[in-house]
């Protein structure tokens, strides 16, 4: 048959499988190099971190129905995170030494204390 391209459903399984570990290998070795922090129930956990400077923070909203909202303010570093739905991802990186505590303006009994050396 002329024009016909034959397709192995094999073949496109297994691009299928090499592409998804290429991203997890990607994705665990960008977070490999940073920390990572949960936002569930309310609270982050970790709670406290100590750091180098310019390590960077991700910080992952794992509650599945529940807004939260990052912030930093203090004299060397301020951060705004906006609005974070469930599931989201927000790296911070921390460019200056200090200790740095990390609020949720949505509920202000969260709080990260970030010791950056």
Do not use: W
Request: hydrophobic letters at 45%.
């Amino acid at each position: 048959m002329v024009g016909r391209v034959f397709r192995s459903p094999f073949a496109a399984t297994a691009t299928a499988l090499v592409a998804g570990l290429l991203a997890v290998v990607f994705v665990g070795r960008l977070e490999a190099s940073g920390h990572l922090v949960s936002q569930k129930g309310r609270a982050f956990q970790p709670n406290s971190l100590v750091i180098t400077r310019g390590d960077t923070i991700t910080i992952v909203n794992d509650d599945s129905d529940l807004l939260h909202h990052i912030y930093i303010e203090s004299d060397a570093f301020n951060f705004d995170s906006g609005d974070q739905v469930p599931g989201s991802r927000t790296p911070v990186t921390f460019e200056k030494n200090g200790t740095f505590v990390v609020l949720c303006g949505i509920h202000p009994k969260m709080k990260l204390i970030v010791r950056v050396n």
